[in-house]
């Protein structure tokens, strides 16, 4: 009997534990959401009276996720170096760096914000990349900031307006650049090439021509679809006779089904045929589809001049030129480039230290161009850069690509910046499928309509 | 067996609380999910409820959707293949190998090893020659020119070169499973066997076999399950590519969840496969059960 009273007192007193311990955890939960909340709030208030005196005491981290993985690379260097000057001039502020490589970022970004856990910093891309998290709320306008140092200013005319929406900036660019054809001028001579080529026929005989020689012609990472989407848009920029293409299919004046599209699905699905690009390319990442023309392997390379910086630091340097991308049948204008606008940095509306984050980025961002004009990848920035890049000691390849800028007549954006998310993934893959196997262009530009109306 | 009398209240006191974790974490999330699935999404901006037109679609009008259950159940039943022969290799080893727990141990390494690593591993064997493959490399030293592949990026081999990977890395998992299970039953019952004429193989089909059919189920089960929740090692080593050719159910719920912004939608691709994993949980539950009887 005792045995069994002392059960059931036993019993009741673990449960009675349980559930306070229980209670305290939703308790010590509500608190540090309450201190958060207070903390938050008088930040408001301070910033708001306050602009300038960041140099509070109080200890503040900022995430700050970036896409500059490879430390060979100027940009690399670009974001270390400047967070440690930051934190070295505020030692209240420890700038995290979460660096991902960019398919990984988009990726984790989605989740994150899924969550509503948006770090502070992160990259985004322009236009339609970037709409949907904009809707959502989750990133604060950079308006004021802007505003403030003169930052807005360095700006290049009308770059800004891809991350505008309602007329609030969302988030700050790193570049303004366009795609070229990068190639190794040893390679080229190697196969006895001796003009680059201007037509997308002289293209497709110059690729047999370096294939028949054991070179790669065209080095790529198809493993990140986006590589082999942006080259393709470059040859419907020419077929379509001009920028535009997307925007009209979006307005219902075209379809997929035009023969701009299937005639662009042709001429790529040539360049495949010819061997053009590297065996299991839809195995490499675009990291390691860049070092197979950065170690000399590939003859040609088609990317955005944000590489510029990166070409010249690797082991090729000196030995690489650039051209525009030719003509296909005969249609196009070579100075109508693919126009990237570049990844962007946004800050997260739910920061809770969203004055330090616009305070560092302000900083970050205004000393971003003379940055990268000492690390030598002043090349495609989107700011306006003081100083003479000859006189810099610049290569001759970062100036061929400065000239380039210069002929810019207009252009258009990527897919996945102007088409919608799920319609960009079923072109992204439609795309990758052309590099493993032959496919019916018909089919293919049925495929892109189909998406297209049951996503829009 | 003894049992235990202890009050009901005692058992509740210790269960109550995992109970209470397993709810929370698991039943729960799947509820939302399956709420999910029925919202057209994009996992930012605000949720349209749209019924059942997510299943619709993923039903009938995905044609990525029903060859990625096509390859999800291939793979569940390629890794279901392999344990009869982890069983025959269990008694062999049981029989002649004197200190069989070694070679078990040095098996059993992959399952030990990150599957990020498995994959990185065996995507630069299967590397095209040009990039120093190792499959390949041996295959034209061997003078087969012409078996070369690109494994990973021909649509129509890639997954088979996945296949491949995944039974390699859990022959020695199910290995050490069916070993186990070999070495638990008593000796005494094979030397009775002996006696009474039974040896070799004949003691295997009337005394291994009976008893090892529980552990045999866990096996299967595991594997079985294990596999139709394939996503690691697709995502390391193809991400579902090329253009879709290696999806798996749950590789093509992460590409549309994530990459296509169609979070409800991918919420009822994750509510199919729920289903599908307690239908076949289910069906092998019962298949075993009347095996375990007729043996009984």
Redesign the interface.
Same mark, same amino acid.
């Given at each position: 009997m005792v045995n069994r009273k002392m059960?059931?007192t036993f019993?009741v007193a673990?449960?009675a534990a349980?559930a306070l311990s229980v209670a305290a955890c939703g308790n010590s939960n509500d608190n540090s959401k309450n201190n958060a909340a207070s903390s938050a709030a008088p930040d408001k208030t301070n910033s708001g009276t306050a602009t300038n005196t960041t140099k509070s005491d109080k200890k503040v981290t900022i995430t700050f996720q970036n896409i500059y993985p490879d430390p060979t690379t100027p940009s690399y260097k670009m974001v270390h170096e400047l967070s440690e000057q930051y934190e070295k001039e505020h030692p209240n502020v420890k700038i995290e760096l979460d660096t991902l490589n960019t398919d990984q970022q988009? &990726?984790k970004l989605?989740?994150q914000?899924?969550s509503k856990e948006v770090p502070d910093i992160t990259i985004v891309n322009p236009a339609a990349q970037m709409k949907?998290?904009v809707?959502?709320g989750?990133f604060a306008p950079l308006n004021d900031m802007l505003d403030k140092n003169g930052l807005k200013d360095t700006y290049q005319t009308g770059l800004l307006d891809y991350y505008s929406f309602d007329g609030n900036v969302y988030a700050l660019p790193d570049g303004n650049n366009i795609e070229v054809v990068y190639y190794n001028k040893d390679l080229f001579a190697q196969a006895g090439i001796a003009n680059t080529p201007t037509t997308f026929e002289e293209m497709l005989k110059d690729v047999k021509i370096l294939k028949d020689k054991g070179i790669?012609p065209l080095a790529i990472g198809?493993?990140d679809?986006w590589t082999g989407s942006f080259l393709f848009m470059n040859i419907l920029l020419r077929t379509n006779g001009g920028p535009g293409f997307l925007q009209d299919v979006m307005d219902g004046k075209k379809t997929f089904e035009d023969p701009a599209f299937v005639e662009a699905v042709d001429a790529f699905q040539q360049l495949v045929q010819a061997g053009a690009f590297?065996?299991?390319?839809?195995?490499i990442d675009a990291n390691a589809g860049g070092n197979i023309f950065k170690s000399g392997k590939a003859a040609m390379w088609v990317i955005g001049s944000w590489e510029t910086g990166a070409v010249d630091a690797s082991s090729v340097a000196g030995k690489v030129g650039a051209f525009q991308f030719p003509t296909v049948n005969g249609k196009g204008d070579p100075n109508e480039f693919m126009l990237a606008p570049g990844s962007a940095f946004a800050v997260s509306a739910n920061s809770e230290h969203l004055q330090e984050t616009k305070d560092f980025l302000n900083f970050f961002a205004s000393n971003l161009p003379k940055k990268q004009f000492e690390l030598k990848n002043a090349v495609g920035l989107g700011q306006k850069v003081d100083g003479d890049l000859k006189a810099a000691g610049y290569s001759d390849l970062a100036i061929t690509i400065a000239g380039l800028f210069n002929q810019v007549k207009g252009g258009d954006l990527s897919f996945d910046n102007t088409m919608?998310?799920?319609t960009?993934? &079923?072109h992204l893959?439609?795309i990758?499928?052309l590099? &493993?196997?032959k496919m019916d262009s018909a089919a293919v530009a049925k495929e892109h309509q189909t998406a297209f109306e049951?996503n829009k | 067996m003894k049992v235990l009398k202890v009050p009901a209240r005692t058992i509740a006191v210790f269960v109550l609380p995992c109970l209470l974790l397993y709810v929370c974490l698991v039943f729960i999330p799947i509820l939302v999910s399956l709420y999910t699935g029925l919202l057209k999404w994009d996992g930012l901006t605000t949720a349209q409820f749209v019924g059942f037109g997510n299943f619709k679609d993923m039903f009938f009008n995905d044609p990525v959707f029903w060859p990625s259950v096509r390859r999800t159940l291939l793979y569940a039943v390629a890794s279901m293949l392999e344990i009869p022969l982890c069983l025959g290799m269990a008694i062999l080893l049981n029989r002649y190998v004197r200190r069989g727990n070694t070679l078990v141990s040095i098996y059993f390494t992959p399952v030990i090893l990150s599957v990020v690593i498995i994959g990185q591993l065996w995507k630069t064997v299967y590397n095209p020659a040009s990039m120093g493959g190792m499959l390949n490399g041996v295959l034209i030293s061997l003078g087969l020119d012409s078996w070369t592949h690109n494994w990973l990026t021909e649509p129509k081999i890639a997954m088979f070169a996945l296949y491949f990977v995944s039974l390699w890395q859990f022959f020695g998992y199910h290995l050490l499973i069916q070993y186990t299970g070999v070495q638990n039953i008593p000796d005494e019952l094979y030397e009775a066997a002996k006696i009474d004429g039974a040896d070799g193989f004949k003691a295997d089909r009337y005394i291994t076999l009976p008893l090892i059919v529980p552990i045999f189920k866990i096996s299967i089960v595991l594997a079985f399950i294990g596999s139709l929740q394939a996503f690691d090692l697709v995502m390391v080593m193809t991400a579902g590519g090329p253009a879709h050719a290696t999806d798996v159910i749950s590789t093509h719920m992460y590409n549309s969840s994530f990459m296509s912004l169609k979070y409800g939608y991918g919420s009822a691709i994750a509510s199919f496969l729920v289903i599908v994993c307690l239908v076949f949980t289910g069906f092998i539950n019962t298949l075993f059960n009347r095996i375990e009887r007729k043996f009984n």
């Open positions: 059960k059931t019993t673990l449960t349980m988009k &990726v989605k989740t914000a899924a949907p998290f809707d959502a989750l790669t198809e493993k679809s590297p065996d299991g390319a839809t195995s919608n998310p799920a960009s993934q &079923v893959s439609s990758q499928n590099f &493993v196997q049951a | -």
